[in-house]
């Protein structure tokens, strides 16, 4: 059982860090959005799964803990998305990029 | 003085915790515009949050899983009232 909860807790650590990667590396707010908000969701959820391998009686508060993880992140996300539409930015396009990552 | 046994798979995580942080922030401080450092916030307060469900674990007390709970509120209801303002002033 601990096993897996390492397993677990290591596999929501590097997904953690993809999702900041994106963060970096994407080129528009709405591409950042979208690694930012997937990775980092699936990363919490999979910290969450592994502290629940260590520590099965803490199940009520990491489901309380995971719904709202699930409920806010695509909330949150459409949100800043939304607002980042109305101050005019647009999404981005390769073709009227000179210069190409 | 407590003990922190984490262990090598532990250290691992702990320090991938730690360059997620260090990116987002470098996000959080590049970002050309305003949206930009809004989404680096939101990311790097789930990563807070996971980072404070696995301090629960490491010092075995249930109490910080109500503090990370509260946490993700705030930053939530933070979030959004940013993106708010944003999308009302323009």
Redesign the interface.
Known sequence: MTVIG??F??V???F??L???G??RMPD?FN??QT??KG??L??LS??IG?FF??PD?WA??V??AV??LV??P???S??A???L????RPWHQAEDEETV | MMGLEIGILGGIAVALLGIAVLLGAARLVLGPTVADRVVAADILTIITTAALVWLALVQDSAIVLDIALVFGALSFVGVVAIARALEKRS
């Not at chain 1, 109305?86 to 930015?89: D, E, I, S, V």
């Open positions: 390492d397993i807790l290591l929501g650590a590097v953690l860090c999702a900041a990667l963060m970096v707010v950042r959005i930012g908000t980092s969701t990363g919490a910290v969450l502290v260590h520590h803490w508060k990491l309380v803990l709202f993880v806010t992140s909330v949150g996300s949100i800043i939304r607002a980042a109305a101050t005019g930015l």
